[in-house]
């Protein structure tokens, strides 16, 4: 089983609409959470950390549940500029798992 | 600039052939960690630094896969006798130890013929 796991979609909106990502971690010990962002042939960057409390960065939320091992990303008012590949990522103890990414296109 | 740099940024390898990919992290950066990226997959742990000290090879897939980084800064990924699976990008990335982000390079796209 992967450490983290990730509906690959594609998940393909319009734009203005709200996406929700959703990711499972395995390893109950991981430390901090991530969402990544990949444009295609780039490399990752990071879009957000993830707190318990929840974080927002304008369009962009963020959940973590500890006790379902479950983390989300909520974007509203989806831009074009928004699609990307989206990785959810756990860190325990010295290393960064990845999941395999959730694409995502924005149409016109 | 001050990112992560890697090179070559492209390589095609015939099959068996030896190849070394270099690393240039945030001057600073105490953690550096390679990863392997096939198509389509998020970034696979290969091996983790800190300062010289290769404290976690556990992702390396063979022992053809080899990494160093003597002095504490740059780095290099070595892969010996290079088979078709080996094709992918290898991203580096590294990281303050005060936190979390990692920063990563633009990866090297090694295809094996």
């Known amino acids: 089983r992967k450490e983290v796991e990730q509906d690959p979609g594609p998940f393909n909106v319009p734009e203005g609409a709200t996406v929700a990502f959703n990711c499972t971690y395995s390893?109950?010990?991981?430390?901090?959470f991530f969402w990544y962002r990949q444009d295609c042939r780039k490399e990752p960057k990071l879009l957000m950390s993830v707190y318990s409390s929840g974080n927002e960065d304008g369009r962009f939320t963020a959940q973590l549940n500890r006790a379902s091992q479950y983390i989300s990303l909520l974007i509203r008012d989806s831009k074009l500029s928004d699609s990307a590949t989206y990785l959810c990522?756990?860190?325990?103890?010295?290393?960064?798992?990845f999941g395999t990414g959730t694409s995502l296109t924005v149409i016109p | 600039g001050a990112g992560v740099s890697q090179s070559p940024r492209y390589k095609v390898a015939k099959r068996g052939q030896d190849v070394a990919l270099r690393c240039d992290p945030i001057?600073?950066?105490?953690?550096l960690f390679w990863y392997q990226q096939a198509l389509g997959q998020g970034p696979e742990f290969l091996t983790y630094f800190q300062n010289e000290a290769q404290l976690d090879k556990s992702g390396l897939p063979s022992d053809r896969f080899f990494a160093e980084r003597p002095e504490g800064s740059v780095s290099t990924l070595k892969i010996q006798r290079t088979q078709q699976e080996d094709s992918a990008v290898y991203l580096c990335a590294s990281n303050h130890l005060a936190g979390p982000e990692q920063f990563f390079g633009p990866g090297t796209r090694l295809t094996v013929l």
């Open positions: 390893n109950s010990a991981s430390q901090s």
């Open positions: 990522v756990a860190y325990t103890g010295n290393q960064f798992y």
């Open positions: 001057s600073g950066h105490v953690s």
